[in-house]
């Protein structure tokens, strides 16, 4: 059965890095662009990501960092794998990377007018610069960068490429199965979608414990209903399951 990876990024407080290892998240974000809601300083990711188990991967995201900036930051924050989510060209992530000597994803704002073939050609891009090159995570289009709560459509993602992308953009706990079942992407990046609200307004960068489980309970129920698909699809029929002539 394929499990879709969870991602529960913006995190900035050790209760909601607790939360999210609990409920079984697959890799926790942690933001350091300055100008962002659910920014995080190198030296207080690092003390969040004191307390993160083994194999739950750490990801530092970085909107137009210098290569340089972004070596400084996993030096003081080890994240696993970083995140660049600005107007880096293909090669200036690929340095970045190389500098600070990890692996990467390179989010994708999906343009309304933007085609399949446009992804495939990117990635391709992405994949010839550098072998530290993970995959693509694809956002929504918005004036700025990240954590916009938007949507983008889902079609345009070819079909070829969604096992190996990390959708984003618009998830939360009413949409996350129709997610899965409907681009079948190899993770899921979600922010705003669980974050805690005061009369209906959400709290950039504060976690809502009881939403991170309910989002991650929706994509295992449609990793489920997915195997179950499946395994009815391969059964071959019996001679039981075959309504016998009526004499």
């Not at 083994?54 to 909107?63: C, H, I, K, R, S």
């Not at 446009?118 to 090159?133: G, I, K, P, Q």
């Not at 709560?149 to 096992?163: R, Y």
């Not at 960068?205 to 994509?219: E, M, S, T």
Request: glycine share 8%.
């Amino acid at each position: 059965m394929h499990r879709t990876r969870i991602k529960i990024c913006g995190l900035t407080r050790a209760e909601d890095v607790a939360a999210a290892v609990a409920a079984g998240a697959d890799a926790l974000g942690f933001v350091f662009y300055p100008k962002s809601r659910r920014h995080v300083t190198p030296l207080q990711a690092a003390a969040l990501m004191a307390a993160v188990p083994p194999f739950v991967a750490t990801v530092g995201l970085f909107v137009n960092a210098s290569a340089r900036e972004v070596a400084d930051a996993v030096a003081i924050a080890p994240v696993s794998l970083l995140q660049f989510h600005g107007d880096e060209s293909p090669l200036a992530c690929a340095q970045a990377a190389t500098l600070a000597n990890r692996p990467y994803v390179v989010a994708v704002r999906v343009r309304p007018e933007m085609k399949p073939a446009d992804l495939l050609e990117y990635e391709n891009r992405c994949r010839a610069v550098s072998t530290l090159f993970a995959g693509l995570l694809l956002d929504a289009f918005v004036e700025g960068y990240g954590g916009s709560g938007k949507g983008f459509d889902w079609s345009v993602i070819p079909e070829e490429l969604a096992p190996r992308v990390v959708l984003s953009g618009g998830l939360h706990v009413q949409n996350a199965t129709d997610a899965v079942r409907a681009v079948r992407p190899y993770a899921l990046d979600v922010s705003s979608g669980v974050e805690a609200a005061d009369d209906g307004v959400r709290r950039p960068g504060i976690k809502d414990g009881a939403l991170i489980a309910a989002f991650i309970a929706a994509v295992r129920r449609a990793d489920a209903d997915a195997a179950g698909a499946a395994v009815q699809r391969q059964t071959p029929l019996t001679e039981t399951d075959i309504p016998k002539a009526r004499s």
